[in-house]
């Protein structure tokens, strides 16, 4: 079936440093990749997303890269600030279904 | 422009009752999505409702139930309440179905079950 695979948190960085986040995933066609955010006490918010292989997308200095041959949508982010903690969701939607299969969630904790 | 609201904020409720979740979209979004979100299961989808037809199903027992009135507001129905029913029940708008819409995330409704 259908699933991403999340790189497991918590991660803590200090400010200006450089993030990545893995994501892996397992689908049949061609789905389409997304990356949520979720600041505490709020609900998702989309980041970002790609929906065909090689797309790149990006917003806010994150960016990721749809890769097929590794199954793989990566977040990255050159140099991340305080503001940036919060819960990033991997998520994908598989053609024909219109429901999101989301990872585990990362936390990012950015500290001055 | 209003964002997805959903109420109650937070519900506190013991185990063998019922509680209804309710989920106001975007206005003119007419697809309601549900999710239920725990710390040991992550995100789940629960079901998607279009025109006030059930559209998409996940794989949760039919404790779960859900409908879509003709506004587009959508109410989920928990019955007989277990205690890993406890969750963040997350409620998604779009204008329409499709790969190419975006989703817009209530804040959620934090359900309690003691």
């Known amino acids: 079936g259908d699933s991403v695979t999340q790189m497991e948190g918590p991660v803590t960085l200090s400010e200006e440093a450089f993030l990545t986040i893995n994501c892996t995933y397992t689908a049949t066609g061609y789905p389409s990749l997304f990356w949520y955010v979720q600041y505490p006490g709020e609900g998702l918010q989309l980041l970002l997303k790609?929906?065909?292989?090689?797309d790149k997308g990006s917003n806010k200095g994150f960016e990721a890269t749809y890769r097929k041959e590794t199954t793989s949508f990566h977040l990255e982010k050159g140099s991340v600030q305080v503001s940036d903690s919060a819960v990033y969701f991997c998520?994908?939607?598989?053609?024909?279904?219109?429901?999101?299969?989301f990872g585990t969630g990362t936390r990012l904790t950015v500290i001055p | 422009k209003a964002g997805v609201t959903q109420t109650p904020r937070y519900l506190i409720k013991t185990r063998g009752q019922q509680v209804t979740l309710s989920c106001s979209p975007i206005s003119g979004h007419r697809s309601v999505s549900w999710y239920q979100q725990t710390p040991g299961q992550g995100l789940q989808f629960l079901f998607e409702?279009?025109?006030?037809?059930?559209?998409n199903k996940g794989n949760f027992p039919g404790r779960f139930s859900g409908r879509q009135f003709s506004n587009s507001r959508s109410e989920m129905n928990v019955s007989t309440l277990e205690l890993g029913d406890s969750a963040l029940y997350l409620c998604?708008?779009?204008?329409?179905?499709?790969?190419?819409?975006?989703?817009?995330f209530g804040s959620g409704t934090q359900l309690s079950v003691l």
């Open positions: 998604a708008s779009s204008r329409n179905r499709g790969r190419e819409e975006k989703l817009f």
């Open positions: 790609a929906t065909k292989a090689d």
């Open positions: 409702y279009f025109s006030e037809t059930q559209r």
């Open positions: 998520a994908l939607l598989t053609t024909g279904a219109n429901n999101l299969f």
